[in-house]
């Protein structure tokens, strides 16, 4: 009785037991009988897998940031790309991710801030664009800001921005716009930027972009 007490025991302390002992026996196929190390070996066989390949994941509300997005996909290998398009829910294991925006008041849009608060442990890519293309320091600005969504367990490894075209109405309004009492002074402004943004991105743009991606 005092033997079998005594293994009992011993079983339930986890001394000299398989489950406590911390050694796992393995079948042929080189599964193991402990599941929490199976789990382990399946997590690392997937970041060997996952660790170079990528995703490019973008908003582009007139065709400027998927004009960018191409951009980067023509420089990248396609057989290690995972994942080409819009924000999605389904998860993404690739290690390095492009995230493409376009600018909504001083931000990126909301698709693209939704994704970029929700990821953990990535290496980041920003790219994207902005009717007015004031000056570096305007697009940093924006950066800055996007950059405050992105959870500190990831890496920012790279960020780009140029300008881009907008819609012929928002010209229209601005011309509207002088017709009324007392209009605001910058609209002269406002229509020059709008007419120097009518070719961007341009090829000169894309090439900076080519750069950028290239240096990573």
């Not at 001083?106 to 994207?128: C, E, H, T």
């Not at 960020?159 to 819609?167: D, L």
């Amino acid at each position: 009785a005092d033997w079998q007490g005594s293994e009992e025991e011993a079983r339930q302390k986890g001394v000299g037991g398989r489950r406590g002992s911390g050694i796992c026996g393995r079948d042929s196929g080189g599964h193991s009988d402990c599941p929490d190390t199976d789990a382990a070996l399946i997590r690392q066989e997937a970041f060997a897998m996952d660790k170079g390949r990528y995703s490019i994941i973008f908003s582009s509300l007139t065709g400027n940031t998927k004009k960018l997005a191409d951009t980067i996909r023509a420089v990248l290998p396609s057989e290690d790309c995972d994942y080409f398009g819009a924000p999605e829910t389904a998860e993404l294991h690739s290690e390095m991710l492009y995230v493409g925006f376009w600018t909504d008041k001083g931000n990126a849009d909301s698709a693209a801030l939704g994704l970029l608060s929700k990821l953990r442990n990535k290496k980041i890519f920003l790219f994207g664009t902005a009717g007015y293309g004031g000056s570096a320091a305007y697009f940093q600005k924006i950066l800055d800001h996007i950059k405050q969504s992105v959870d500190p367990s990831n890496t920012v490894v790279g960020e780009y921005m140029c300008q881009g075209k907008m819609p012929q109405t928002v010209r229209e309004r601005y011309i509207k716009m002088k017709s009324l009492p007392n209009p605001a002074p910058n609209l002269d402004m406002l229509i020059e930027n709008f007419d120097r943004a009518l070719s961007h991105p341009d090829e000169n743009d894309l090439k900076r972009l080519r750069l950028s991606v290239e240096k990573l």
